[in-house]
């Protein structure tokens, strides 16, 4: 049986926590980035008795459609498969429920759920630091769990909580370069989406651009962002529901 971690982490926090499940779990692991440009995705070589996790972060309650279409391409041979969604320490909604569903569709044998908490990919401050020392055992407790499911008989699919239909994603804003921008095309070079043409890399496609803030991550001189108006919105917004650590939940 091989691991398989199949990721899609833009600033690095669904990383993070699928590598320390993993780690529970005991085995090295193949990793599959979806994160990259198109024609830099690299479907994985999964076989029957391979165990899968899939990893992706919440955004506005759903999971990347970008995400989930480089997904569908792979080729599950019935594996048995981990879905894992990644919050912002506010809610992840419908994500786990809508990520089961695509796996399940694909042909995986979902065994196991984990939603997991994180630092906020754009306000930063909630959840900051996460996943933490604490997050990091529990995680790796979920492995444990997982892996023990794994090489047994049972292969019944959990449970999660979650509405169909999904919930309808919301608006969230797009960074661009700010003051101090040198034009270095780092953030074009590193885009998922392509959003960000190299000719002017200040700027965005806005029917393109996912707001994954990966752009916002490899910025080397840290001026792409969202405008402070902007900010102070979503700040506020997300005062009241972040205000609370949310741990990390599995179904098994």
Do not use: W
Request: aromatic letters at 4%.
């Amino acid at each position: 049986m091989n691991l398989h971690q199949i990721i899609f982490s833009p600033t690095g926090g669904t990383r993070r926590v699928c590598e320390n499940l993993c780690q529970g779990i005991g085995m090295e692991s193949i990793v599959t980035d979806l994160c990259v440009k198109a024609a830099d995705v690299r479907l994985p070589n999964i076989k029957e008795d391979d165990l899968v996790v899939i990893a992706m972060p919440v955004f506005a309650g759903r999971v990347p459609a970008l995400a989930v279409e480089r997904l569908r391409r792979a080729n599950p041979h019935g594996a048995k498969c981990v879905v894992v969604v990644v919050f912002g320490n506010r809610a992840y909604d419908d994500a786990l429920l809508e990520l089961k569903d695509v796996a399940t569709e694909m042909g995986f044998r979902v065994i196991a759920a984990v939603a997991a908490s994180a630092e906020h990919s754009i306000i930063r401050k909630y959840g900051k630091g996460r996943p933490d020392s604490a997050d990091e055992q529990a995680l790796r407790r979920f492995g444990a769990d997982i892996v023990r499911k794994a090489v047994s008989d049972d292969c019944t699919m959990p449970q999660v909580p979650g509405n169909r239909p999904y919930k309808k994603g919301g608006k969230v804003p797009q960074p661009q370069g700010r003051r101090g921008c040198n034009g270095c095309g780092a953030c074009a070079k590193h885009c998922p989406a392509d959003a960000i043409p190299l000719s002017d890399p200040k700027t965005v496609d806005s029917a393109k651009c996912i707001s994954c803030m990966k752009c916002v991550s490899v910025c080397p001189k840290s001026v792409r962002k969202i405008g402070a108006v902007m900010n102070f919105l979503a700040t506020q917004g997300l005062k009241k529901v972040c205000a609370t650590r949310k741990e990390n939940e599995l179904y098994i």
